[in-house]
């Protein structure tokens, strides 16, 4: 089936974060992380028969939710996800947080590996917690763990958790299964346990292969949480569906008793219809989204290369956010976005978003139409070659 990735739907006064929160004006909003592409066809037919239906009353999880997650792991990454591990949630936000306040105490540390996810901040702050930051090593215009420096933060008594973006937003990377092995066995040393964002799993390019962190063993299953949604894969955003797994029951159940203190353990009605029939139906729009996806990213580079060869675009191995060094404009991350902002009209993130080690760079949204992609570089080079 063909897909129409080209199309342009409008989402102004749609409720749209992206679209409809931009400061002023004509904004082209290229920096939260959703699509500007229509979900699969067969996802639109489920909602729209559970729409026809026209009862929403509470809603029982049906076991053809459990059944969709399981068969896609294993189909996708030859990983075995028994259904006494999976815990339905709204989200992965509310999981993390869950997760984090479940699994360690008021004062305790978390070791995130930055730039990365803004939100593993302010769910850490947020929870009494304190983040602890194992920046990664930028080398030669690509990221890698600092292990020996974890290993020395992962020693300290007071750390509780290590979050793991697997793979990584926003530098793009997919952690190949030695390096999270390391990962694994130095907080397994330090009884240091692993929550796994794996959000972007799915979003993986030719020749990288996704690594589910609980797959690496027992010992490392036990030792972890993996958080994951078909939210980002198949712009679900808006109807908060997500789920965690777990093999070690102790942690199952504290995280279960956090949902159930604050009474959110139901799903939205149509975020089960909208997972079912993304994870059983529409694997093939996924595939031809990718390819849209990684076409967008040349597009992007060649673009780059050609106009701007001052920016160092990051290799993009998974997700459709492109991390792009701009350090040799010799200006702040927040100075290149303001300016982006204020004079071009081009809403991108500046890369302090994502910790200290993200000065100088911004983050950039290539989930677009391939017409948008192109204006937004006619901006972004309209706003730089003046700096």
């Not at 080209?6 to 909003?29: H, N, Q, T, Y």
Request: aromatic share 12%; glycine share 6%.
């Amino acid at each position: 089936m063909k897909y129409n990735f080209d199309e342009i739907i409008s989402r102004k006064d749609s409720g749209s974060i992206k679209w409809d929160e931009a400061p002023f004006g004509e904004v082209l909003p290229m920096w939260i992380a959703d699509m500007d592409f229509k979900s699969a066809p067969e996802i639109l037919k489920a909602l729209q028969k559970r729409a026809d239906h026209g009862i929403f009353g509470y809603t029982a999880i049906p076991e053809a939710f459990y059944a969709a997650i399981m068969k896609w792991w294993k189909r996708r990454y030859g990983f075995t996800l028994e259904k006494e591990w999976l815990v339905p949630v709204s989200g992965v936000i509310p999981a993390l947080s869950a997760a984090i306040q479940s699994l360690s105490k008021t004062g305790d540390k978390v070791i995130i590996q930055s730039p990365v996810y803004n939100h593993f901040y302010s769910s850490i702050e947020n929870s009494g917690r304190i983040a602890i930051e194992n920046n990664l090593i930028y080398n030669n215009g690509e990221y890698i763990i600092d292990f020996e420096d974890l290993a020395q933060k992962a020693a300290d008594p007071k750390v509780k958790l290590l979050i793991i973006s697997n793979p990584h937003n926003p530098v793009g990377r997919v952690w190949k299964k030695e390096e999270l092995q390391a990962v694994g066995d130095i907080c397994l040393q330090h009884n240091v346990l692993i929550i796994s964002d794996e959000i972007h799993a799915d979003l993986v390019f030719e020749g990288h292969i996704h690594i589910p962190f609980a797959s690496l063993g027992e010992k490392y299953s036990l030792n972890s949480v993996t958080l994951s949604s078909p939210t980002k894969t198949f712009n679900l955003a808006g109807l908060q569906v997500g789920y965690f797994f777990t093999e070690n029951e102790q942690f199952r159940k504290a995280i279960q008793s956090s949902f159930q203190l604050m009474g959110i353990e139901l799903l939205n009605i149509f975020g089960i219809a909208a997972l079912i029939a993304a994870y059983e139906e529409s694997e093939q729009w996924l595939d031809a989204l990718k390819e849209y996806l990684q076409d967008n990213y040349i597009y992007l580079t060649e673009f780059l290369n050609l106009n701007l060869p001052q920016i160092k675009v990051t290799p993009l191995e998974a997700t459709y956010l492109v991390w792009l060094d701009c350090t040799a404009f010799g200006k702040t991350a927040d100075e290149l976005s303001h300016i982006l902002l204020e004079e071009q009209k081009l809403w991108i993130n500046s890369g302090t978003m994502y910790g200290a080690s993200g000065e100088g760079f911004l983050r950039i949204n290539i989930a677009t139409p391939r017409v948008l992609l192109q204006i937004g570089l006619e901006r972004l080079l309209k706003g730089l070659s003046k700096v």
